[in-house]
């Protein structure tokens, strides 16, 4: 299986918003809805950020939202801040393995 | 507050194998998948394949099918994840993570990472 498709990097500027996408196939995204998203800063370890498409954990801040259509997800942040800027990865449970996306690195102009 | 706390760094020689563990502390992980995630230098974050310690049965991921090995002692609230023939390119930094009970297939809950270094 292959890894979900990401865009290397995106940016932008504090207070604006961006989207990262992640592109699977009908047998990954299209087919479930466990689909998380992780950021990770560097040297440390990832944090879990989005959880079944749309859901956030408890603490991660409601800038942060998660969709999907078809085979490819969506990660958006609202209201860009420094500490944004991160690497963020997209995973998607496929019933007994799960894959990741090859990761995006976001920067804060 | 649970949190996962992985062996420390090895450095290995090509050919040989590396064993990992990885112990919960704060709370019990028996009835929790317990997922290995690899991440090579400036590299992405690699699914190496995940147990439920209660039942035993891992599931690996492709590539590494036929050379890693994961276990877990649920007595014990420790998992282990043991690579063999080990090459350079096994180089990377190796997390475990527990699955929430709540979410499927996300981990909210990472070990700090233990650093494998492969080199002759």
């Known amino acids: 299986q292959s890894a979900l498709t990401q865009p290397a990097s995106v940016s932008g500027s504090p207070g604006q918003s961006i989207t990262i996408s992640c592109t699977g196939t009908s047998g990954d995204i299209g087919a479930y809805n466990y689909l998380s998203w992780y950021q990770q800063h560097p040297g440390k370890a990832p944090k879990l950020m989005i959880y079944?498409?749309?859901n956030r954990p408890s603490g991660v801040s409601d800038r942060f939202s998660g969709s999907k259509s078809a085979n490819t997800a969506s990660l958006t942040i609202s209201g860009l801040q420094p500490d944004d800027e991160a690497a963020y990865y997209c995973s998607s449970y496929t019933g007994v393995t799960t894959l990741f996306g090859g990761g995006t690195k976001l920067t804060v102009l | 507050q649970v949190q996962l706390v992985q062996s420390g760094a090895e450095v290995k020689k090509p050919g040989s194998s590396v064993k990992v563990s990885c112990r919960a502390s704060g709370d019990t992980f028996k009835y929790h998948v317990i997922t290995w995630v690899r991440q090579a230098p400036g590299q992405g974050l690699e699914w190496m394949g995940g147990i439920i310690p209660v039942l035993g049965t891992p599931n690996y991921g492709q590539k590494f099918q036929g050379r890693v090995t994961i276990t877990a002692d649920e007595f014990t609230d420790t998992a282990y994840m043991e690579l063999s023939t080990l090459r350079s390119e096994d180089t990377a930094v190796y997390y475990c993570?527990?699955?929430?009970?709540?979410?499927?297939?996300?981990?909210?809950?990472w070990g700090q990472g233990t650093m494998v270094t492969v080199s002759s």
């Open positions: 079944e498409v749309t």
């Open positions: 993570a527990r699955e929430s009970r709540h979410a499927v297939g996300a981990s909210d809950i």
